[in-house]
C-alpha cells in the first residue's frame, strides 16, 4: 500500500499536479498578463488579483473550447486559428474582469505577447 501511494506522489510531482504546482502556474500567469499589459498599448490591467482573475477566466474559457470543440487555442501553437481564438478569449475576458480594459488591437498584439513569453516561460494558461 505504501508503494501505491509513493508511485502516486511521485506522478503527482512529476505533471505538476499539486495544488501547490497549481497555484504557482496561476501566479506565473497572471505576472504574463501584467507584464503583457505594460508592454502592449491597449490592453491593461489594473492590480495583481485582477491579473489573477484574468489568469483564471482565461483557463476555464481556454478548458471550455478545448472540451467543447476539442481544440487547443495557444497563441502560437495552432497557426493563425489558434492566434485568433486566444486573442478572442483575451478580448471576451474584458466583459467578465473589473480593471482589466483591451482593445481588438491590443487582444491581437496581447496574443502574440503572451505567447513568446509562453516559448520561453511555459505556464500553459492558455
Known sequence: ????????????????????????RFVVAAVVLLVTSWLVPGFSIRGFWTA??????ISGADYLIGRLFNFDA???????????????IIYFTQYFVGNMAVSIWGALIGALVIGL??????????
Open 1 to 24: 500500500m505504501d508503494e501505491e501511494n509513493k508511485n502516486n506522489n511521485e506522478t503527482r510531482r512529476a505533471t505538476g499536479g499539486s495544488v501547490v504546482g497549481f497555484i504557482i
Open 52 to 57: 489573477l482573475i484574468a489568469a483564471l477566466i
Open 74 to 88: 495557444a497563441p502560437l501553437g495552432r497557426g493563425l486559428s489558434g492566434f485568433i481564438i486566444s486573442a478572442a
Open 117 to 126: 513569453i509562453d516559448m520561453l516561460l511555459p505556464t500553459r494558461f492558455m
